[in-house]
């Protein structure tokens, strides 16, 4: 009998890296778009990558509901069928949704909306542990944004969608008219309600990690974000630094880390959490129940000399024990890594040179590059995650070494 899982929109290098290592053990994917945008994206480059390793595909849109898909797929391959992978963001709450009508044993739909709803995640863990949570509120009034502001009784205020990512749409209020401001701005992303969450000050990290169908975690990197402000934006992405295992602070945020995905009760699923540092200890900004972006998996699996998508691909589908053999800390350790995000000042309408690139791939530690804005496109103001000029990926075995390409490429690399 062949088996078969279901996967969700696999148009991205993460799920074709996992549908390829599958099929090597004779797993087959029934793939499920949930547009036709994206059906369009896989069968004009993805297709050819990995379509022998998908048996069957689906556009939802061409359902009544999900309902119907779901008997669908049931009808056709019952039996055959072993389990999820809704790896995007955009599609997990989805595919718990399907996943809890075709009978598989992922995580509900229940505990997923936690993870899609920022407030939702932070209030449960607020009401059924004893983990340190900040203040947050959703806020609808002008007497609630202002009864918020009297409760946590300082500033700044960070001000965000309740459903956003990328740092899209995050703010810092210093004051109540710039938090009445902000406020307008967050509702133009159409990214959910407004959510007012208290200041957490210290070092920003994330952690990263897999879960198995008992609900044991894997801790498999965790990185330190260098966030500057820069032309009048605050927070901005300038690179993000991998930590080794001898840092100070990296067991108790690990740790921390743990706990919350154990209290949250998530199964079978990579997680990608931020957090802050300071005096008192760890404290959770969000969390995903998906992989980190940019690539950050793709670098930790180099630093493992392991892949992390297989090892999430494993999970997703079957009832495991985690092995000591998943993750090889003591190679983790012996290498640098960084990923360096370009900020732009000033928009150009259109690309007509980049200059520095080829200086860039030359340096000792130059591993790949993760985009660049192309030739002839329009570079924007940097402002937050999503409009980062490029990402480069720098590993090596010495930090002085590394530190000093960081410079040189943000020296080097120049649009015009």
């Known amino acids: 009998m062949m088996a078969l899982y279901v996967i969700l929109d696999p148009n991205f290098e993460y799920a074709a890296y996992m549908t390829k290592f599958l099929q090597e053990y004779d797993y087959q994917g029934i793939a499920v778009f949930t547009s036709e945008a994206k059906y369009r994206i896989y069968h004009s480059i993805y297709a050819q990558i990995i379509g022998e390793c998908i048996e069957d595909e689906y556009l939802s849109t061409e359902f009544p509901g999900l309902e119907e898909l779901a008997d669908d797929i049931m009808q056709k391959y019952g039996e055959e069928l072993q389990g999820i992978i809704p790896w995007d963001e955009a599609t997990i709450e989805l ?22 709803n920022k407030y939702a995640l932070k209030d449960f863990l607020r009401r059924n542990t004893d983990l340190r949570i900040n ?32 740092s899209r749409g995050v703010y810092f209020a210093d004051d109540l008219d710039s938090l009445m401001a902000y406020s307008v701005e967050v509702l133009k992303t159409a990214q959910g309600e407004i959510l007012l969450e208290e200041f957490i000050g210290g070092q920003e990290y994330v952690v990263n990690g ?24 605050k927070n901005l992405y300038f690179q993000t630094i991998k930590v080794d295992r001898a840092d100070e602070d990296f067991d108790e945020l690990t740790y921390y880390a743990a706990s919350v995905i154990q209290n949250l009760g998530l199964r079978k699923s990579p997680f990608h ?15 995903g129940a998906r992989f980190a972006g940019g690539n950050q998996p793709l670098l930790a699996s180099m630093l493992h000399d392991h892949s992390l998508f297989e090892i999430a691909a494993t999970h997703y589908i079957g009832d495991f024990p985690f092995s000591h053999d998943d993750v090889h800390y003591d190679k983790y350790d012996q290498l640098q890594a960084r990923i360096i995000k370009g900020v732009q000042s000033f928009e150009i309408p259109a690309i007509k040179n980049i200059h520095g690139l080829d200086e860039v791939q030359n340096l000792p530690s130059f591993y790949m590059i993760g985009y660049i804005r192309p030739i002839g496109s329009y570079l924007p103001v940097t402002v937050d995650l ?31």
């Open 386 to 416: 999503d409009t980062a000029s490029y990402e480069i990926y720098l590993i090596h075995e010495d930090p002085e070494q590394i530190e000093s390409d960081a410079e040189m490429v943000r020296g080097l690399i120049r649009f015009e």
């Open 273 to 287: 959490m931020e957090l802050k540092q300071d005096a008192w200890g760890p404290c959770l900004v969000e969390c």
């Open 210 to 233: 897999i879960t198995n169908s008992e609900g044991d975690v894997l801790i498999t990197d965790l990185w330190c974000y260098d966030k500057r402000d820069s032309h009048g934006f």
């Open 135 to 166: 203040a947050s509120q959703i806020v609808t009034t002008v007497e609630e944004v202002e009864e918020f502001v009297a409760t946590v009784a300082m500033w700044p205020i960070v001000v965000k969608p309740t459903e956003g990512s990328g």
């Open 95 to 116: 595919g718990a949704e399907l996943g809890e009508m075709l009978e598989f044993d992922w995580n509900s739909r229940e505990l997923i909306t936690h993870f899609r």
